[in-house]
C-alpha cells in the first residue's frame, strides 16, 4: 500500500541556494496565527461545536473542489453527497470509497497539496487513498473525529485561528455569532455582509427578500429610499455583531452610479417584475457604487470578487442549487469599470477596498497599476482557481514590480472546508518565502528585509487593513 508523506521542503524553489534562504524566510512565518478574513465556514459549526459527522462531510461532500473534479471524471454528483432529495447517496463510507477510487485525478492540483496536508498533518493518517485502502483509511478518520481533541473548537485553537470571518447573507439572524460572543469567541469568529441576493434584483426569490429585509430592520422597503435604509441599517447590524467586511460577488466590476430618479423607477419596476435584463445589470453596477459610499461612512473593507459566471449548468441549479462548483471564470475589466467608484471614494480615508479576480491577464495591466496610485484599494490574493502553487507565485511575479507587497491584502482562505485552513494558509506562506527567497538570491533585497516582509504578508498587513471601524450612525 502506498503511504502520503509532506515533505519539509514542498513548494519552495528548486534551486538549493535560493531554497535554503526560502527555509529561513518560511521559518518565521510558519507559526504565526492564521488570520482567515474570507471564507465559508458557517458560525454555526463553531457555535454547536458537535464532533463532525463522518470523513466524507467533513473533508469530500462540502468541498466543490473536490466534488467538481470527480464529477468531470463522470461521477454524478449525487453519487458524492451533493445535494438533496431522492437518489442523492447518504452512506458516508460509499461515497469515502468513491473519492478514493478517483484519489489519481488530483494530481498536481492545489486540492492533493490541501488534502495531503489535511490526513498527514491534521488527522495523522499516512495511508494514501484508494480504492483498496478507503474502508481503513475511513475507519481510521471516524476513530480521530470521535475524539473531542478533533471537534471544531478544539481545531480551530489547534490550528492557530486568531480570527476567522464567516460570509452571510444579509438576512441571516446571525444567531450562531450571538451564541459565540456570549461564550468569548466575538472576536475570533465574525460575520461579513453579503448582500448580493438584494442587489442583483431579477432573480425570482428577490421581492420577498426585499419583504424579509423590511421586517429585519423595521423600515418600508417598498420605495427605493426605504431599501437604501434597511441595507444601511443591517450593516449596522453586522457591525455589532463583529463585522469587519462586506463581500460582492458581481459577474462584472461596473460600479457605475445611476441618477437617483433612475435607479427609484428600476427598483419599483424590479418590485413589479418588469424589469429588463439591462436595467437588472445596470442596477448592480449602480449598487455596487452605492455600497462603496456605504462602506466610506460606516467603515467595512468592501471586498469585490468578480468575473465568475455563476451556475453554468442550468440542470445543476435546479437540481443542486447555488454553489455546487459549476461556476466559470470569465474576463473582468477594471480599469474603465471602477472608474466611477475610485474617483469618488479612492481617496477617503475610511475607505478600503480588496479587489480581487480569476482573471490574472489583469494582474499587471489594470489591478496592479490601480491599487499603485489609490490609497483606498488593495489588492486580493488568488483566488478560487487561482488559488495554487503556480498561481500564488505568478500572481507576486505580476503585480510586485508595480504595486509591491504593502498594496495587497493578506492571504484568504477561502473555503466551506474547515480543515484545509491550515493548508492554505501554509503554502501561501511557502510560495511568499520562495519569491522572497528569488529576490534575495538576486541581490533585489537584503534577507532581514525578506522575513519583515513574510511576516507582514502573513499576518500584519491584514490585520491593519481589516481594522475594526469606528461606530457609526443610521
Request: net charge negative.
Amino acid at each position: 500500500m502506498k503511504h502520503l508523506h509532506l515533505h519539509e521542503d514542498r513548494a519552495l524553489p528548486l534551486d538549493p541556494a535560493t531554497r535554503d534562504v526560502a527555509r529561513a524566510v518560511y521559518a518565521e512565518t510558519r507559526s504565526l496565527p492564521l488570520v482567515c478574513m474570507h471564507g465559508h465556514v458557517d458560525a454555526a459549526v463553531l457555535a454547536d461545536d458537535t464532533p463532525f459527522p463522518d470523513p466524507a462531510r467533513m473533508l469530500i461532500t462540502l468541498d466543490h473542489y473536490v466534488t467538481r473534479l470527480v464529477h468531470a471524471a463522470g461521477v454524478p454528483l449525487e453519487a458524492l453527497g451533493v445535494g438533496e432529495g431522492p437518489g442523492v447517496e447518504r452512506d458516508p463510507r460509499r461515497i469515502w470509497r468513491r473519492f478514493c477510487a478517483h484519489w489519481h485525478l488530483f494530481r498536481g492540483t492545489p486540492s492533493r497539496y490541501w488534502l495531503t496536508h489535511e490526513l498527514v498533518d491534521v488527522f495523522g493518517v499516512t495511508l494514501a487513498p484508494s480504492a483498496e485502502t478507503a474502508d481503513r483509511l475511513y475507519d481510521e478518520l471516524a476513530a480521530r473525529l470521535a475524539e473531542p481533541e478533533f471537534r471544531p473548537r478544539a481545531l480551530f485553537k489547534h490550528f492557530g485561528i486568531e480570527v476567522l470571518a464567516t460570509t452571510d447573507s444579509p438576512l441571516a439572524d446571525l444567531a450562531a455569532h450571538r451564541r459565540l460572543a456570549a461564550e468569548g469567541w466575538g472576536e475570533q469568529v465574525i460575520p461579513t455582509f453579503r448582500p448580493d441576493s438584494l442587489v442583483h434584483v431579477g432573480h425570482a426569490g428577490w421581492r420577498a427578500e426585499v419583504a424579509d429585509l423590511g421586517r429585519l430592520t423595521d423600515l418600508d422597503t417598498g420605495d427605493y429610499r426605504g431599501y437604501l435604509a434597511a441595507l444601511r441599517r443591517r450593516r449596522l447590524d453586522f457591525i455589532a455583531a463583529g463585522a469587519l467586511a462586506t463581500d460582492h460577488g458581481h459577474e462584472s466590476a461596473a460600479a457605475q452610479p445611476l441618477p437617483e430618479a433612475e435607479a427609484a423607477r428600476v427598483y419599483a419596476a424590479a418590485r413589479a417584475g418588469t424589469a429588463e435584463p439591462g436595467q437588472v445589470q445596470a442596477f448592480a453596477g449602480h449598487m455596487l457604487f452605492e455600497l462603496a459610499r456605504m462602506s466610506a461612512e460606516d467603515g467595512l473593507v468592501m471586498q469585490l470578487h468578480p468575473g465568475v459566471l455563476r451556475d453554468h449548468d442550468p440542470a445543476v441549479l435546479r437540481r443542486h442549487g447555488p454553489d455546487r462548483g459549476f461556476d466559470i471564470p470569465v474576463p473582468v475589466e477594471f480599469t474603465r469599470s471602477l472608474r466611477p467608484l475610485l474617483a469618488a471614494f479612492g481617496h477617503e480615508p475610511r475607505f478600503r477596498m480588496v479587489a480581487f479576480t480569476v482573471d490574472e491577464t489583469t494582474y499587471s495591466r489594470e489591478l496592479a497599476p490601480l491599487a499603485g496610485v489609490y490609497p483606498a484599494l488593495h489588492l486580493g490574493a488568488p483566488w478560487w482557481f487561482l488559488d495554487s502553487p503556480h498561481g500564488l507565485h505568478r500572481f507576486r511575479q505580476a503585480v510586485t514590480e508595480t504595486a509591491g507587497f504593502y498594496r495587497t491584502a493578506g492571504f484568504v482562505d477561502d473555503t466551506r472546508a474547515f480543515a484545509s485552513i491550515p493548508a492554505r494558509h501554509d503554502l501561501a506562506r511557502r510560495v511568499d518565502a520562495g519569491y522572497l527567497a528569488e529576490l534575495v538570491a538576486g541581490h533585489l533585497l537584503d534577507l532581514d528585509e525578506a522575513i519583515e516582509t513574510a511576516i507582514d504578508l502573513a499576518y500584519h498587513i491584514p490585520r491593519r487593513l481589516y481594522r475594526r471601524p469606528a461606530a457609526a450612525q443610521p
